[in-house]
């Protein structure tokens, strides 16, 4: 079985959230999609201190997968550098970890 990720995004607005997940799973690159907020964030941003409303965007998907998740992420989200932080999973129930591979695994 193929290891798995968790990878997660943050954005400012809940509909483009809404569609980097389901574009995502739509396209078969993640086994589902978590959309949590708003978080209140802050960080340094062009020398001034920020502090935004966000959503927590969070993706479970194998290893194999990771590249392209990045790409896509890159490509649909509207920050000039969006959060990508990618976790692997260490252990977790036998058939959720099944469930992954399978929703992860292209018919082509």
């Known amino acids: 079985m193929p290891?798995?990720?968790v990878?997660?995004?943050?954005?400012?607005?809940?509909?483009v959230a809404q569609q980097i997940a389901t574009d995502l799973v739509d396209r078969r690159l993640v086994a589902c999609a978590?959309?949590?907020g708003p978080?209140?964030?802050v960080y340094r941003w062009q020398g001034r201190v920020e502090y935004t409303e966000e959503m927590v965007?969070?993706?479970k998907t194998s290893t194999a997968n990771v590249d392209a998740v990045k790409q896509a992420i890159?490509?649909?989200h509207p920050y000039d550098v969006p959060e990508l932080i990618?976790?692997?999973?260490i252990d977790g129930g036998q058939s959720y970890l099944a469930w992954m591979d399978e929703q992860t695994r292209t018919t082509s």
């Open 74 to 76: 890159a490509e649909l």
């Open 57 to 59: 965007v969070t993706f």
């Open 34 to 36: 978590q959309i949590a």
């Open 7 to 15: 990878i997660t995004t943050t954005t400012g607005d809940h509909a």
């Open 86 to 89: 990618v976790t692997p999973i």
């Open 3 to 5: 290891d798995f990720v």
């Open 39 to 41: 978080v209140r964030s």
